[in-house]
């Protein structure tokens, strides 16, 4: 399936070759998941999760229906939302967060969260491809953006830090940790990109 975005090509071209994404997608991508975040955050907070997770669905239905090949990006979708689960289910259970709306265990994070984190795939092969081969700067955005995007959800009542400085300093070891592996694994997944033509 061809991308329905015009696809700027990298240099230099030619067997092997790969497509990139455009300004326009780029940004398409940061207004619609910027969008589908705050969603899901103040839906929390309202007490309404379920309104704001179906935000970050339809953004990631959006994404996959403008990739070139969209079976490889839900595949990196999925993973995500995976990782993302085993990740919130730990910070759970460390006891420094508490969130209002959308756990169904106590135990367990809530739906939402792990619905951001498979809308955090959607930018890995388009505003964050930036970061491959660069591991050390990706551990680094991580180690700051993370906590950071975190804090900004409390800010908004999605969120409560129950002890803000061992919960900070938690996320930040973990996004340090983790987007450098899913930085390495979008690449793997690429399904934004499509090989160029090669020609005769």
Request: charged residues 10%; contains cysteine; glycine residues 8%.
């Amino acid at each position: 399936m061809a991308s329905i975005w015009p696809q700027a090509p990298a240099a230099p071209t030619g067997a092997g070759a790969t497509t990139r994404p455009t300004r326009a997608m780029q940004l398409a991508n940061v207004v619609i998941s910027q969008a589908a975040w705050f969603a899901a955050v103040l839906g929390a907070a309202a007490q309404h999760p379920m309104a704001g997770t179906a935000c970050v669905a339809a953004a990631i239905a959006w994404h996959l229906a403008v990739s070139a090949r969209p079976a490889q990006e839900a595949k990196l979708v999925l993973l995500t939302g995976l990782v993302g689960a085993v990740v919130e289910t730990l910070v759970v259970l460390q006891g420094n967060v508490a969130y209002p709306s959308g756990q169904p265990f106590s135990d367990l994070p809530p739906y939402w969260m792990v619905a951001l984190w498979a809308l955090l795939a959607i930018a890995l092969n388009v505003t964050l491809r930036w970061l491959r081969g660069r591991w050390w700067l990706a551990a680094a955005v991580g180690a700051v953006a993370g906590p950071m995007a975190f804090s900004a959800g409390v800010r908004m009542g999605g969120a409560q830090f129950l002890h803000p400085g061992l919960a900070v300093a938690t996320l930040a070891l973990v996004w340090a940790v983790v987007l450098p592996v899913l930085v390495r694994l979008s690449a793997r997944l690429d399904g934004v990109t499509e090989p160029e033509a090669i020609h005769a």
